[in-house]
């Protein structure tokens, strides 16, 4: 089982705030296999590698979930749909000695819990470095940044991404390989019956 070393501290931010404008409908409580989408993430949570788990969202059924799970819901007011408000929310929200974050997003209905612990590990090895996982070439989320960054993170210009901060560190990168499954989200309805998009 993986331990979170005594002097690593590792906390996650959920976003949750997104506006589903493809898909049509409250995506993230949607039922899959039977389960709310954003619930099976907060199923497949390690909980004890995190000191805390943010979740930001808009809709009070989200965060009534994650209050219900013993996660931290964080409302977000935005209505234009900023992704850097959200992480800019999450940040703040966690404990200030935290050495790093990890950053989910809602709609990976598949990802697997082996998938966060092998991110885990690599971070409590390289606590320095940005931690991702891949497959065959393709980037996906979710992503552990270092503390080093969390300013540059909460200072992205409206409707930043964090993508702009992992483009600018290049040499922080750690690459890791899993299944195409874990990285599959879902834009529109249609994706929760069909297994072409990975």
């Not at 065959?136 to 964090?162: A, D, Y």
């Not at 560190?169 to 599959?184: F, K, S, T, Y």
Request: charged letters at 20%; aromatic letters at 6%; glycine letters at 6%.
């Amino acid at each position: 089982m993986t331990q979170r070393p005594a002097n690593c501290t590792l906390s996650a931010v959920v976003m949750a705030s997104g506006h589903s404008t493809r898909f049509q409908g409250n995506k993230l409580i949607t039922p899959v296999e039977g389960v709310p989408m954003i619930q099976r993430l907060f199923q497949a949570l390690p909980r004890t590698l995190f000191q805390t788990v943010a979740v930001v969202a808009r809709e009070d059924p989200i965060l009534e979930l994650a209050r219900a799970w013993g996660l931290t819901p964080v409302s977000n007011d935005d209505r234009d749909n900023d992704t850097a408000k959200t992480i800019r929310l999450g940040l703040t929200h966690i404990p200030p000695d935290s050495a790093g974050c990890m950053f989910f997003v809602g709609d990976q209905p598949w990802l697997q819990t082996d998938t966060i612990l092998l991110l885990c590990r690599s971070f409590f090895a390289q606590p320095d470095k940005i931690h991702l996982p891949v497959h065959q070439g393709r980037r996906g989320n979710p992503v552990i940044f270092p503390s080093s960054l969390f300013e540059e993170l909460k200072n992205l210009p409206s409707h930043g991404l964090g993508k702009a901060v992992i483009r600018r560190h290049p040499q922080l990168v750690i690459e890791r390989e899993v299944n195409a499954r874990d990285l599959r989200d879902v834009d529109y309805a249609w994706e929760l019956n069909s297994s072409e998009k990975i």
